[in-house]
């Protein structure tokens, strides 16, 4: 995973707990690399679930929630650094449908080693049926990211999600 989720996570940490917060979990977690991060590195993502379980234990937030608010976080900072990629684009549905094709490829000309998750998307309207399918078992993530998306085009999304298989989820996206 590359070290630009994990300096992210940790200055969301530090943003909304403390400074200490941060030096609390990755004394709990005892990451590998030593919780030293760059944003070009690449670091195993058990190092950020060990961390969010550490921060769990802390603040007594459920895991879940945590790691969907790093999404929403998440896609706040995207929308910041990366704003070409919302040029002449009018909603959440339509910026969502492209992820894989638009934002995944661009990602991956960046940092070719990046392991990106993988998104099948078919949009009927109002809905947008999204398939991740990933091994890293982040689809709270995923969801977070959904949310972010919706808040940041200021679009009112439901998000209807069931588990597909044990690599595969199913979110059912409506702009109401």
């Given amino acids: 995973m590359k070290g630009m989720v ?6 969301m940490v530090e943003a909304k707990f403390s400074a200490d917060m941060v030096d609390d979990i990755i004394d709990d ?5 030593g919780g030293a991060y760059t944003s070009v590195g690449t670091y195993s993502h058990e190092e950020l ?4 379980v550490a921060l769990s234990n802390r603040t007594q937030i459920p895991v879940p929630v945590l790691v969907r608010t790093f999404g929403e976080h998440v896609f706040g900072v995207f ?16 910026f969502l449908s492209g992820i894989e094709d638009i934002i995944h490829a661009q990602v991956i000309k960046l940092y070719p080693d990046a392991q990106l998750p993988k998104f099948d998307c078919l949009r009927e309207g109002n809905q947008l ?3 991740y399918h990933s091994d890293r078992h982040l689809a709270d993530l995923a969801e977070g990211l959904i ?7 200021g679009d009112n999304l439901t998000i209807q999600r069931d588990e597909v298989n044990e690599l595969s989820t199913r979110f059912i996206v409506t702009k109401v």
């Fill in 79 to 94: 929308a910041r650094s990366f704003q070409q990629f919302f040029e002449g684009v009018p909603d959440a549905l339509t």
């Fill in 147 to 153: 949310m972010g998306c919706g808040q940041h085009f």
């Fill in 6 to 11: 994990f300096t992210e996570f940790l200055e």
């Fill in 29 to 33: 977690a005892n990451p590998a690399s």
């Fill in 49 to 52: 679930v060990d961390m969010v």
């Fill in 129 to 131: 049926t999204m398939i």
